[in-house]
């Protein structure tokens, strides 16, 4: 029988463009030290298994879990590493815990983005090595291509996308870890470097260092571990097709099945009315729209009208990426997923300071591998939950 499983511990770094003093074993470090203390647990006696996600390209070494044993607590115990994005991390350990395989869980996720010196090298191995590698399309080119699909196909607007950025960034002025926080305007966004029409410089979120760690345990034992477990309400993930010429350019495939997979576990039929918040993937400015409504907070072309209304800002009905997101806190490569949940799991908790929503019970983070992928994962928060 399937068992509750909450989060009960939350550590993480600062995120910085750079950060050469440190390697990525100390930021690991930091990070899981934090989440113990978070948690109350001694990772040597307490936590039974310890899930690492890291892609053994952007490391630049292979069989990664390796090297992660000792910063993170888990000498002589299990250790697995995903390489994929950070949600699907937390749904293994999730699956671990509701299985009865373990009690108590870590998953550690991380970025050192600043050591990786041909970034859009790396990432574009990831395309099909036949028909789309020999191309050698910069990844953020194909992002371009994308957003002018999506534009098409809904009838949002580079002005729409423009209002992302500004709330994004303006949201990451009061989150003291993000590393990318600015008061601009739309017209600011529009009027800078143009990289990959239509995606200026600052639509695109840049990189940063940094480390995630949360700790999942059993009902029973989160009960006793922490005064406000939050709980796993659902989690859900999908690739979509990994070759350019076979996927859904205007839409997002890969969100609206995640996100189904998620609501069907979470029993949530209307992700608008049932949410309170959201922390969504917005690598780049037109994906926090198509995510949106992928994730069926709205119709097929409304996000971007949404956006402009101000529903998704910090005071609207369903208030998106108050932490910054990705354009405010940087890109944490496939980190990013675990940083949302980090921010669902503090606004549920009360703890987020001067970005605080009032009376929020259930939030969704959702996470994008990033170009040239069409891989996500999905998971529903809920400070209300478990069995009494």
Same mark, same amino acid.
């Given at each position: ?7 009960? =511990?939350? *550590? ?47 490391? !630049?070494?292979?069989?990664f879990d390796e090297y992660v044993p000792d910063q993170v607590g888990g000498l002589l115990k299990p250790n697995v590493? +995903? ?16 299985? *009865? ?42 992002? *371009? ?6 534009? $098409? ?27 990318? !926080? ?12 143009? +990289? &990959? ?17 949360a700790v999942l345990a059993a009902e029973d034992v989160a009960r006793r571990l922490s005064e406000r477990p939050i709980?796993?309400?659902?989690? =859900? $993930? ?7 010429e076979t996927r859904a350019w205007g839409r997002a495939i890969y969100a609206e099945e995640a996100g189904k997979m ?47 209304? *101000?529903?998704?800002?910090? =005071? ?11 354009? !405010? ?38 996470? $994008?591998? !990033? ?5 996500? &994962? ?11």
């Amino acid at each position: 029988m399937s068992r509750d499983v909450a989060i009960v =511990g939350i *550590g993480y770094t600062s995120f910085r463009p750079l950060s050469a003093e440190v390697s990525y074993k100390e930021i690991m470090y930091e990070a899981a030290v934090k989440a113990y203390h978070d948690a109350g647990v001694n990772p040597r006696r307490d936590v039974d298994s310890f899930v690492t996600v890291a892609e053994d390209f952007i490391e !630049g070494t292979s069989i990664f879990d390796e090297y992660v044993p000792d910063q993170v607590g888990g000498l002589l115990k299990p250790n697995v590493t +995903i390489p994929g994005e950070a949600i699907h991390g937390l749904a293994t350990a999730y699956m671990q815990i509701a299985s *009865g395989i373990a009690d108590v869980v870590a998953v550690e996720a991380h970025s050192k983005a600043s050591n990786v010196l041909t970034m859009p090298h790396v990432t574009a191995y990831a395309m099909d090595p036949v028909l789309n590698r020999p191309l050698a399309a910069n990844p953020v080119f194909i992002a *371009g291509m994308e957003m002018t699909r999506y534009l $098409w196909a809904s009838g949002a607007t580079r002005e729409q996308c423009a209002e992302v950025v500004a709330k994004n960034k303006r949201n990451a002025l009061y989150n003291p870890a993000a590393a990318y !926080g600015e008061n601009i305007e739309a017209e600011d966004v529009l009027n800078a470097e143009m +990289i &990959a029409y239509p995606l200026t410089q600052n639509d695109i979120s840049a990189h940063t260092d940094g480390a995630i760690v949360a700790v999942l345990a059993a009902e029973d034992v989160a009960r006793r571990l922490s005064e406000r477990p939050i709980w796993i309400r659902g989690v =859900g $993930w999908c690739n979509d097709a990994s070759s350019l010429e076979t996927r859904a350019w205007g839409r997002a495939i890969y969100a609206e099945e995640a996100g189904k997979m998620a609501y069907r576990m979470a029993g949530i039929r209307n992700p608008m009315q049932e949410i309170d918040f959201a922390e969504i993937d917005d690598c780049y400015s037109y994906k926090e729209l198509q995510h949106l409504e992928a994730l069926g907070f709205c119709l097929f072309g409304e996000a971007g009208f949404l956006t402009q209304e *101000g529903v998704t800002d910090v =005071g609207g009905i369903l208030p998106v990426n108050v932490s910054g997101g990705n354009l !405010g806190c940087g890109h944490l490569l496939d980190a990013s997923g675990l940083r949302a949940v980090a921010s669902v799991v503090m606004q549920l908790r009360g703890e987020a300071g001067p970005r605080q929503l009032p009376e929020v019970e259930t939030g969704l983070a959702f996470g $994008w591998r !990033g170009v040239p992928t069409t891989s996500g &994962a999905a998971v529903v928060l809920s400070n209300e939950g478990g069995e009494s």
